[in-house]
């Protein structure tokens, strides 16, 4: 998939959390929310963003949510 | 005392008591016991005593002008009318007295002096309440003559569509004024004039240009032939009644079908439908004659290519060339590149067995249903919060509510059944907020109603309006505390207090970006904290958001803080598009969970699914519509089975649905017509419509609802055997000889659902989920005691501004919404009459902003985004506010998704229709796209052997 398109849409998924006072506890809701409701295959680009080119365009909660917590 | 038994099939004239406490009377010779708050006529039905009568009827509150019900009491003078007289201890009363025959066939004689004597003729000869009471009062002759002043030559009104009325026979009883007003709500009807000079009007206009809205109430109250259906005139009267359910809105009406053989002659809503309690609307009660419409295709048909012609084919051709290339991909592509999409017009059987098929038979999740474009937000926010992804009340609970607060709905043309029964309570003097950016017809437009405060919000700005509500209750100390310490996790109430109460969420601060004042945000919060009982109702205004999952928990957050859920006119109400939104999603037709709203990673019930299906399943979360979209776009996703559902013209952004469908190598399509999405097909199972088919459909209360065969299927099969089929070749036979046989396999797998099966819907009318063990009657209001997830969870709510933003070149927002007259993308009300009320779309634009570009009304006018554009008419109109312009999208000329873009909810890619930031300007001639639709869509109706004619409105500019 459009990698930009899987990008925004993590980056609104960190947004819902940003408000949340604990951050650590956040990071898990983040990705716990893409190990449920994003297919493997769009899980894998993802993180694979985030290895490969250093997660470009993802909000830093996010591509910590991915390092730390995202199944794949 | 016996419980008092109703019988659907009697009339007790006058309407059901609601006291608890009663009186015993004797009437004629009997005695009977009743509550204190009925009239006699009703006592002496429930006695099995029927008093002649004409203007009373059991739906409305008498009105006592025919004379035919008096009768006698012992110790009183005279000769009450039984209709308006209330009950007391120890009556005696007289229905049958040489004096009261007398009375009644001197007023039965005045009546048929002035009535034309053709019952032998008249349509509803066998089936007038006039020729019936003639009969029981004994009338033998009558004295005066048709020489005297008469309405016999009055002119009959044939506008409207569906039934005409004739002056000529009416009898001024007025029952169809009191129905108009009572049960719809909508007063188009007055009796003008005096005396003999009286006469039904409505409003000294034909029907079709008056207020009417054709919901069939005033004809089914009327006694006479004055008011009555042309099919019934056409075909004479039904002779047998099949109870099924509405296959269009969520309110799900339940309708007796009336036929003659295999022949629809109407549709009468069940006088006990839990859903309806005999009413309905114009589409429900008089559009589905597209049942019968010549553009039905009932022949399967395959093409290799979608250049070519299609080639009409047997079924077991048609099944065994999709089992080949469904199996032909997988083998090349893998099970990825496969899936399917269920459509809420589904029953729940239908979708059950379709995602089975994904699941076990693909050995994939990739099933989604329409109600990822629709409701999916209020399936992610209500779960998270209360723990069910459902509505938390019945219908009938807004009887019972103090405050209503209706936000990003507009009832009255989406849900007008249960809009009907809102006024009601309205009209009873409930009062009422509408957060809506547009001046819907509850706000000022509907008679007798008024909105105590209208927050015409900015579109998209729904979660900043809910924090600030918020904000005023935190602030203001109305918080139930008691309530939340007992029922709620405290520490996440904690958490959403402290983030409410911050100044930047104060209706000060975010007044501006709403548009609406602080103190109309600070007086709304105060009614709906302390006016008592609260029910908050929504709709696609809500859901329809990048933020839409966030508004659902919002309002979710403000139900639990203020202690307005889980009682009788409380909680939080979400209005379903379609008859089965709720079904659908119920049935485990997301990509992520297994019927009763499973995940699928969970293994305890994967094992459950596994034994019962006997295939492995995926614990892996399966992709939805937008991403079998996108995937398909990049090739990734070669092979979709499409039931009922028209993605092309219901989804955002169509130049990027249809490509992703061109990118394709094996779309299936099952549908009554070949619809939008059917032109990009390679295989067409022609559908069969919910008058061909058994099943159920649950509507927005959870009421799981009887639908029933009532002629046998144009297309040979109901569409959930062309599902067994096609799983069947595809080499995992499934085993089921009826629908019920389906019902008792969901039950049997699902908690919510143990209890359900079409015996106990047959012995019930309707079950309202959870039915099981505990609660074998159903549930109507949920979350009583405790939350389904145990402790109610509050969710921060942080306003997050969509990236759909107006600007020099796009300054303007575009929202859509629907119609009474029409229903979702229109396949079926365009074929039907009902396009006498909504022949086309226009897009709705303040005149200011009409102004500023030369905009007239009825031009045509250009709408860009940055996804498209389309052309339609214009309509000025205050309506909508400065800034925003407005457009409904059911005719695919119209393209209103042509502009939608991709922007979707956080949560569940719930596509944000409401808010596209566009250009409008004057044109001259068709946009790219509509030109390029025009010759495309023509070819593909060529191909399938179809005339253009009724297929596709021509737009015609110039
Ligand atoms: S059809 Fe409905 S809206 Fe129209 S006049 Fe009759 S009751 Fe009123
Ligand atoms: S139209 Fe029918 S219901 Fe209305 S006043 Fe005449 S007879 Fe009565
Ligand atoms: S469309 Fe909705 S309100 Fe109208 S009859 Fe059908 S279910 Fe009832
Ligand atoms: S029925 Fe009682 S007055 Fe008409």
Known sequence: MDIQRLISMANQIGDFYESYPDQSHAQQDIAGHLNKFWALPMRKQIAQHVTEQGGFGLHPQVQNAIKSYLLV | ????????????????????????????????????????????????????????????????????????????????????????????????????????????????????????????????????????????????????????????????????????????????????????????????????????????????????????????????????????????????????????????????????????IRMVPTKHGGANHGHSCVKGRFAWGYATHRDRITTPMIRKNIKDPWQPVSWDEAINYAASELTRIKAQYGSDAMGGITSSRCTNEEVYVTQKLIRAVFGVNHVDTCARVCHSPTGYGLKQTLGESAGTQTFDSVMASDVIFVIGANPTDGHPVFASQMKRRLRQGAKLIVADPREIDLVANSPHVRADYHLKLRPGTNVALISALSHVIVTEGLVQEGFVKERCEWDSFVEWRDFV?????????????????????RAAARLYATGGNAAIYYGLGVTEHSQGSTTVMGIANLAMATANIGRDGVGVNPLRGQNNVQGSCDMGSMPHEFPGYRHVADDATRALFESAWGRPLSKEPGLRIPNMLDQACEGSFKALYCVGEDI???????????????????????????????????????????????????????????????????????????????????????????????????????????????????????????????????????????????????????????????????????????????????????????????????????????????????????????????????????????????????????????????????????????????????????????????????????????????????????
């Not at chain 2, 930047?504 to 548009?515: F, I, R, V």
């Not at chain 2, 575009?814 to 119609?819: A, D, K, N, P, Q």
């Not at chain 2, 007239?856 to 389309?870: C, K, L, Q």
């Not at chain 2, 596509?911 to 390029?932: C, F, M």
């Open chain 2, 501 to 521: 109460a911050q100044p930047q969420n104060s209706p000060e601060a975010l007044s501006e970006g709403l548009g609406v004042s602080a103190e109309d945000i």
């Open chain 2, 648 to 958: 092309v013209q219901s989804d955002p952004n169509t130049q990027h649905v249809t490509h992703a469908l061109q990118q394709m190598e094996c779309v299936i399509v099952q549908d009554l017509f070949l619809n939008e999405t059917a032109m990009y097909a390679h295989v067409f199972f022609p559908g069969a419509s919910f008058l061909e088919k058994s099943g159920t459909f649950t509507n927005a209360e959870r009421r799981i609802s009887p639908v029933r065969r009532v002629m046998a299927p144009k297309n040979g099969y109901e569409d959930w055997e062309v599902t067994v089929k096609l799983s069947n070749a595809l080499g995992y036979p499934m085993h089921y000889a009826h629908a019920s046989e389906i019902m008792d396999e969901i039950a049997k797998l699902t908690p919510t659902f143990h209890g359900v099966s079409f015996k106990k819907i047959d012995e019930m009318g309707s079950v309202q989920w959870p039915c099981n063990d505990e609660t074998p009657q159903g549930t109507p209001i949920m979350h009583i005691d405790v939350f389904v997830r145990g402790k109610g969870k509050f969710f921060i709510t942080q306003y997050v501004p969509t990236t759909e933003k107006v600007n020099a070149r796009f300054p303007l927002i575009l929202t859509t919404g629907r119609i009474l007259s029409q229903y979702n993308v229109g396949a079926q009300t365009r074929r039907t009459d009902n396009t006498a009320w909504h022949a086309e779309d226009m897009l709705e634009i303040h005149p200011h902003d009409a102004e500023d570009r030369g905009i007239n009304e009825g031009d045509w006018v250009g709408i860009s985004s940055r996804a498209g554009e389309t052309v339609l008419r214009a309509k000025v109109t205050e309506r909508v506010q400065v800034g925003v312009v407005y457009t409904t999208f059911h005719h695919p000329e119209s393209g209103a998704n042509v502009i939608t873009t991709d922007s979707s909810d956080w949560a569940t890619n719930c596509p944000e229709y409401k808010v596209t930031a566009v250009q409008v300007t004057r044109v001259s001639q068709l946009s790219d796209w509509q030109k390029h639709y025009k010759t495309f869509s023509e070819a593909q109706i060529a191909f399938a052997n179809k005339t253009r004619e009724a297929k596709v409105e021509s737009v015609k500019i110039g």
């Open chain 2, 1 to 264: 005392m016996d419980e008092i038994k109703y019988s659907p099939n009697i009339d007790y004239g006058t309407p059901t008591g609601q006291s608890t406490k009663h009186v015993t009377l004797t009437i004629d010779d009997r005695q009977v016991t009743v509550p204190d708050d009925v009239t006699i006529m009703h006592a002496a039905a429930l006695a099995g005593v029927s008093v002649p009568k004409l203007c009373a009827t059991d739906s409305l509150e008498p009105f006592g002008s025919c004379r035919l019900c008096l009768v006698e009491i012992e110790g009183r003078r005279g000769y009450p009318a039984s209709c308006t007289t209330p009950v007391a201890e120890g009556l005696k009363v007289h229905t049958q007295t040489p004096k009261l025959a007398d009375i009644r066939r001197g007023t039965m004689e005045l009546y048929i002096s002035d009535h034309p004597l053709d019952c032998l003729t008249c349509a509803t000869n066998g089936d007038c309440e006039l020729q019936d009471m003639a009969g029981a009062v004994g009338l033998r002759e009558v004295r005066y003559g048709y020489e005297g002043e008469n309405h016999l030559q009055s002119v009959k009104d044939e506008s409207n569509p569906y039934f005409t009325f004739d002056p000529a026979k009416c009898i001024v009883c007025s029952r169809c004024v009191r129905a108009c007003e009572e049960t719809q709500g909508t007063f188009a009807l007055t009796i003008e004039g005096r005396g003999f000079d009286s006469k039904v009007s409505p409003g000294n206009k034909s029907f079709l240009d008056s207020e009417c809205v054709s919901c069939g109430a005033c004809v089914q109250a009327c006694p006479t032939a004055t008011l009555i259906e042309k099919k019934v005139i056409e075909a004479g009267t039904p002779e047998h009644v099949v109870t099924t359910t509405c296959a269009y809105c969520g309110v799900g009406c339940s309708f007796d079908a009336e036929m003659k053989g295999e022949e629809v």
